[in-house]
């Protein structure tokens, strides 16, 4: 039985999980609901109400806003989350202020960390609102 024949009615589908395929290349900003997975290339500011996750095949150019942050591919940039995990195969260049940061033997990580706060997050949320770049846990003026 082909998947065409497949009712609507039979499965539900995944609407809260949003993948950019091997082959796909974003320039821009993204605000996600729900859990985004990149095997592709991004460049620009994510913003995620759940988890990002970065494949193997997956680089992300830029800062991440997201509750937590998986990273199997490249990234690089500023990025703030509950919790970080770079996985065996993962680099991440940048600043990291997360509450949790775990790296597997294998993965890699340059850059500086610090632990979220108060004040790190209040200042990102309004950085975030005025639309400027956020970069780690500060904002940079245009």
């Not at 960390?113 to 400027?132: A, F, P």
């Amino acid at each position: 039985m082909s998947d065409f024949n497949r009712s609507a009615q039979d499965e539900p589908l995944d609407t809260q999980t949003t993948s950019i395929g091997a082959d796909t290349t974003i320039q821009g900003d993204l605000d996600i609901k729900g859990q985004l997975n990149v095997y592709g290339v991004v460049e620009g500011q994510i913003r995620c109400d759940s988890e990002v996750f970065i494949g193997e095949t997956g680089r992300v150019t830029g800062d991440i806003l997201a509750m937590n942050i998986r990273v199997s591919g490249y990234m690089e940039g500023g990025l703030e989350c509950g919790e970080l995990t770079i996985e065996h195969s993962g680099k991440v260049t940048g600043e990291a202020a997360t509450d949790s940061f775990k790296i597997e033997e294998g993965g890699q990580f340059e850059g500086s960390s610090r632990r979220r706060t108060t004040d790190n997050v209040t200042q990102l949320k309004r950085s975030v609102k005025r639309g400027h770049v956020v970069s780690g846990v500060t904002s940079k003026a245009e």
